[in-house]
């Protein structure tokens, strides 16, 4: 018999079983609605870039010479074939938005992942060893902060060359601080309890301790950060790609669309319009689910 259905066992009848632990987060992220409408967008735009290549009509590369600059389906001129309209050689925005989703969420998923592991173990680092260490990697993290993010994330690229690759890099090292600086300040704050020091007393060594005694209990805050982290990333790669230090063309990405048309701003409206709306309902989309894990994670903010 299991610990649950003992203890259902010895509780009188009628007495109402207390919600699990999934159950309760998602009782109050529900109550967000703003974040549930962000994580439908959010799963709408995955399945897209999971699907691209059976949902886009077109590659995303193929040009069509007999419709350069068509406008929207719904506007004179337009056609089904091209719903969104073509860009200026001719290829189909609606096919490179789709497959430019996929590009982005990948960016987004390096871009934390990278930034969250090297953090997670800087931070754990400074909030264990303290003294000149401590010391060493904060000033680091505040050198770093006080330089405005994207200006230092395009003097990155221009050393390594401009590349996707190396954008990922660049915004992956931007963002590094928030994530040294948010686990070192969890670690801190739980080395003074109570089950961190009876795991010192009975003998947990260094490693234990960081990784299996400290670091499941900091996961809150750096759940909702790494999320807020994914429309960062999402924002800087744009930023970079417009710049064309980015992903380079023909490459779909929704940066570049923007940065290859913007000399048809005045008379093609639809090339820059839809590639600018799809960072912007994806980038609030990130923010409004990390806005709802925030309020379903932090015991402080339930109500």
Request: glycine content about 8%; aromatic content about 8%.
């Amino acid at each position: 018999m299991t610990v649950e259905s003992q203890i259902d066992a010895a509780a009188p009848a009628g007495t109402p079983r207390p919600p699990s632990p999934l159950g309760e987060f998602w009782h109050y992220f529900a109550q967000n609605k703003g974040a549930v409408a962000g994580l439908v967008v959010i799963v709408i735009v995955s399945l897209a870039a999971i699907l691209a290549d059976l949902i886009s009509p077109y590659s995303p590369i193929e040009q069509f010479r007999d419709a350069i600059l068509q406008p929207p389906f719904w506007e004179e001129g337009g056609s089904l074939a091209f719903p969104l309209g073509t860009d200026d050689v001719g290829r189909d925005i609606f096919s490179r938005i789709i497959h430019g989703a996929r590009l982005s969420l990948l960016i987004g998923v390096i871009v934390v992942t990278l930034s969250l592991a090297i953090g997670v173990i800087l931070g754990l680092i400074a909030g264990f060893a303290r003294g000149v260490t401590d010391v060493a990697i904060m000033r680091l993290c505040d050198i770093m902060l006080a330089l405005p993010s994207l200006l230092l994330a395009i003097v990155i690229v221009a050393i390594l060359g401009p590349s996707l690759t190396n954008a990922m890099i660049a915004i992956s090292l931007v963002v590094l601080p928030h994530y040294t600086r948010l686990t070192r300040a969890a670690v801190i704050t739980e080395l003074s309890k109570d089950y961190v020091v009876a795991s010192k007393v009975s003998g947990a060594g260094v490693m234990r301790l960081m990784f299996i005694t400290v670091l499941p209990n900091c996961t809150a805050p750096l759940i909702v950060q790494a999320t807020l982290g994914f429309s960062t990333a999402i924002l800087d790669a744009a930023a970079l790609g417009f710049l064309g230090l980015g992903a380079q063309p023909p490459t779909p990405e929704w940066g570049s669309m923007l940065a290859s048309a913007r000399e048809f701003v005045s008379r093609a409206w639809w090339v820059v319009t839809f590639p600018g709306l799809a960072i912007l309902i994806t980038v609030l989309a990130f923010n409004l689910l990390g806005d709802g894990l925030r309020d379903a994670l932090d015991p402080k903010l339930k109500r």
